[in-house]
């Protein structure tokens, strides 16, 4: 890929990243942009920090399962694109967040059982696997999670976007709990970098927030109640 439009930096275990992936897929459609699907590894970017003391139980692990996976990124991207890359995040996260309710433990993730599947659904081969446990890929993702922050500043998460790199502009988030509608995606897309391009702008922020609206979490969602969501601020959950 030559001169992407975005450059969209993702861990795979994070349900926000994913939510605002397929938003960005979402207006990458419409507005005809190439994405560049980079890494920024949570387990690396808490790499210092006392998991018992600061997360709630069950974070080291999926954490840990995030890096394995990115591990397989990387080898994908060395052996078959950096295309290929987006196929795998895009059955990687339909896998973890879209299809049911997780109620395990999350580092089952960064397993070879959980991986064969979704390479298979990729069209990637199954070799890629050994990936997982391949530690000499960490510094081209220690690499990619350096250069995320260097465009965004520290004490933030995942996702990254840079927008028309390597001179536009970058910032963390959007951090949205449901997707729009097509029409409304492109709204907030331009909402959005209009804030970011105001030189003088550093941060929109409110803690109030619904879980995400992913079928990982309990929550079941047709595009009608997305519709509705979106318009009415009603939401439809079910256990």
Same mark, same amino acid.
């Given at each position: 890929?030559?001169?992407?439009?975005?450059?969209?930096?993702?861990?795979?275990?994070?349900?926000?990243?994913?939510?605002?992936?397929?938003?960005?897929?979402?207006?990458?459609?419409?507005?005809?942009?190439?994405?560049?699907?980079?890494?920024?590894?949570?387990?690396?970017?808490?790499?210092?920090?006392?998991?018992?003391?600061?997360?709630?139980?069950?974070?080291?692990?999926?954490?840990?399962?995030?890096?394995?996976?990115?591990?397989?990124?990387?080898?994908?991207?060395?052996?078959?694109?950096?295309?290929?890359?987006?196929?795998?995040?895009?059955?990687?996260?339909?896998?973890?967040?879209?299809? &049911?309710?997780?109620?395990?433990?999350?580092? &089952?993730?960064?397993?070879?059982?959980?991986?064969?599947?979704? #390479?298979?659904?990729?069209?990637? $081969?199954? &070799?890629?696997?050994?990936?997982?446990?391949?530690?000499?890929?960490?510094? +081209?993702?220690?690499?990619?999670?350096?250069?995320?922050?260097?465009?965004?500043?520290?004490?933030?998460?995942? $996702?990254?976007?840079?927008?028309?790199?390597?001179?536009?502009?970058?910032?963390?988030?959007?951090?949205?709990?449901? #997707?729009?509608?097509?029409?409304? +995606?492109?709204?907030?897309?331009?909402?959005?970098?209009?804030? +970011?391009?105001?030189?003088?702008? +550093?941060?929109?922020?409110?803690?109030?927030?619904?879980? $995400?609206?992913?079928?990982?979490?309990?929550?079941?969602?047709?595009?009608?109640?997305?519709?509705?969501?979106?318009?009415?601020?009603?939401?439809?959950?079910?256990?």
């Amino acid at each position: 890929m030559t001169s992407p439009d975005i450059r969209f930096y993702f861990d795979p275990v994070c349900p926000f990243a994913w939510m605002t992936s397929k938003w960005v897929r979402m207006v990458s459609e419409q507005r005809d942009y190439a994405v560049e699907w980079r890494f920024i590894s949570l387990r690396l970017l808490n790499a210092s920090v006392d998991y018992d003391a600061h997360f709630p139980v069950g974070y080291e692990a999926g954490h840990t399962a995030g890096l394995r996976l990115l591990r397989v990124a990387a080898r994908t991207r060395e052996e078959h694109g950096p295309e290929a890359v987006g196929r795998l995040y895009e059955r990687l996260g339909t896998r973890i967040f879209d299809m &049911h309710k997780d109620d395990s433990d999350g580092g &089952h993730r960064g397993t070879v059982d959980f991986l064969v599947p979704v #390479l298979a659904e990729s069209g990637l $081969p199954e &070799h890629l696997a050994d990936a997982l446990e391949d530690s000499s890929l960490d510094a +081209a993702i220690q690499a990619e999670t350096d250069e995320a922050l260097t465009l965004t500043g520290k004490d933030v998460g995942t $996702p990254i976007i840079h927008f028309e790199p390597p001179e536009g502009v970058a910032f963390f988030g959007p951090v949205i709990s449901r #997707l729009p509608d097509p029409d409304q +995606a492109v709204e907030l897309w331009d909402h959005v970098l209009g804030l +970011a391009r105001f030189p003088g702008f +550093a941060e929109l922020k409110r803690s109030l927030r619904e879980r $995400p609206q992913l079928r990982s979490f309990g929550v079941e969602e047709d595009e009608a109640g997305l519709q509705e969501d979106w318009h009415g601020g009603s939401r439809r959950t079910k256990k």
